[in-house]
């Protein structure tokens, strides 16, 4: 399996990127697949997924509203779309995926240690 996120890069305050993950060795079908984001001294944390036989999409509170994860199945790849981006959005984004993986729903998208595969990382810059 391997991931390969790409799409980051600069833009100013309420600006919109859209950030992808093409995915190989694998079914998004099959596998739960989420995007984290890491902040300069901050904790890895999840924003938003797919869970595995559960159709709805999940988010993290700081982005509900505003980003949006959808999926390709034909080009297997994912997407997340960033809208009305905030300078503390700004955070190195990952792709992951796993095939056993399902956290609960309170659990939202669950843990980084849950996730085996990950995508190299794209780079998300928020400033004026």
């Known amino acids: 399996v391997q991931l390969q996120a790409s799409g980051g890069g600069f833009v100013q305050p309420g600006g919109s990127l859209r950030l992808s993950c093409l995915a190989s060795?694998?079914?998004?079908?099959?596998?739960?697949i989420a995007w984290f984001r890491q902040a300069p001294g901050k904790k890895r944390e999840a924003i938003s997924c797919?869970?595995?036989?559960?159709?709805?999409?999940r988010y993290a509170d700081s982005v509900k509203g505003r980003f949006t994860i959808s999926t390709d199945n034909a080009q297997n790849t994912v997407y997340l779309q960033m809208n009305s981006l905030k300078p503390e959005d700004t955070a190195v984004y990952y792709c992951?995926?796993?095939?056993?993986?399902?956290?609960?729903?309170?659990?939202?998208?669950?843990?980084?240690?849950?996730?085996?595969?990950w995508g190299q990382g794209t780079l998300v810059t928020v400033s004026s």
């Open positions: 992951a995926t796993d095939p056993l993986y399902q956290p609960f729903q309170h659990k939202a998208c669950g843990v980084a240690d849950g996730y085996d595969y």
């Open positions: 060795g694998m079914s998004l079908n099959h596998y739960t």
């Open positions: 797919i869970i595995k036989d559960d159709p709805v999409p």
